[in-house]
Structure formats: structure tokens, C-alpha cells
């Protein structure tokens, strides 16, 4: 077994789901859970930018992880969970991150032109990455955009083109997501603020 595998083996996250996967977590637990789920999926995506390791033991790598995920996953009883949530989701990334390295064996120079990808916007002091995240965590929710083979893109996709879109870097998506989700207040602010806008320009 490779050093890589052996470390995403010995992840806080892996280590936390083993020991807790059908325990209710409090939000204290949840927020210890998602920080180490975030350190967990840095490390995967940065498995495709890696120059020190070939392309297919990168693969590799991803199989092993995936399947252990998947082993996991079928553990969890619950699935409206903070635990099933995350492991759909680190399913949906390693699946993208494979995609993204069959596209870097079959076009070398990809890497080259996402490195000088590049938008001219940016968000506006007025608004934030939580407003942003509204956005993102509806779109994706109703399959809102789709890959070339009709796939429907997954939450990361879209957060991920979003960041490039806008220059802007959401650190934990999926704790921003969960912390829009569980607000106690104000749920669709940034929303119902695009909803009255567009009212007001229908009146006009």
C-alpha cells in the first residue's frame, strides 16, 4: 500500500467516520467533522496537481480512497446525516478529480490553460461568499447545470466554477452550504433580494 493511501487511510475524517459514523453529532461534533472533512478533499484535489507522482498511481490512489468511501457509506443508517452528507460528497469530488486527470492524460496542455484561466469579475464589497452560496447550493441542488454527457455537474463543479467566475475562494464549501442551510434567520436573504429586484424591474 502507497504512502498516500496509507495517509487518507489515517485522516481525521476517515478516523472520525469509523468511530462515529451513526452517532448524532452535536454541533460541536459537526463543526470538528466538516474541519476535518475540509482537510480531507485539499488533499484530494491536490492529487491532480502533483508533480511528483505519476498520473496513474494518482488514479490509483483515488480507486483505493473511493472504495474505501463507498465501503463507509453503506455503513451510515441515516441518510439525512452530517456523516452521509460528507461521503456523497467526497464521492462526488474523487469522481471529479478522476475527470479531471483522464482530461490531463488526454490533453497534456490542460493544465497549462487552467493555471491562466482567469475572470475580470469579481463580488462586490456588498455582498459575500454566503450570499453566493445561496446561489450555488440551489442551482445544484435542482441539477440546474449539466456535464457534455448530461451528467448532472455536481455540487464542487459548480462551487469550483463559481469561485473562478467571481475570483473568489470558498474555503469549505460544504460547511458553507451547511452553515446557509441551518441559518435561524433570514434563510433566502441573498434570494429573496434577487427575487424583489427582479419585481421591481417587472414594474417598471
Sequence with gaps: MSKNIKKFEK????????TRMNEELSETDSIRMYEAYSRFIDRIQRLSKQENQSKLDSLHTLARIRERIARLLERCDNKHSVQYSLLKSALALIGFE??????????????EVQSHRRSELKISKKFTNSDLMEVIASLASIEFFCLCDDSPASFMQITREFETLCN??????????????????????FLDTLRNTLVELSRK
Excluded: E
Aim: aromatic share 12%; glycine share 4%; charged share 25%.
Design 11 to 18: 485522516s481525521g475524517f476517515i478516523v472520525m467516520l469509523y
Design 98 to 111: 478522476k475527470k479531471m486527470i483522464y482530461l490531463q492524460l488526454k490533453y497534456p496542455g490542460i493544465r
Design 168 to 189: 473568489t475562494k470558498i474555503k469549505n464549501p460544504d460547511n458553507c452550504r451547511w452553515a446557509v442551510l441551518n441559518r435561524k434567520n433570514r434563510l433566502t436573504h
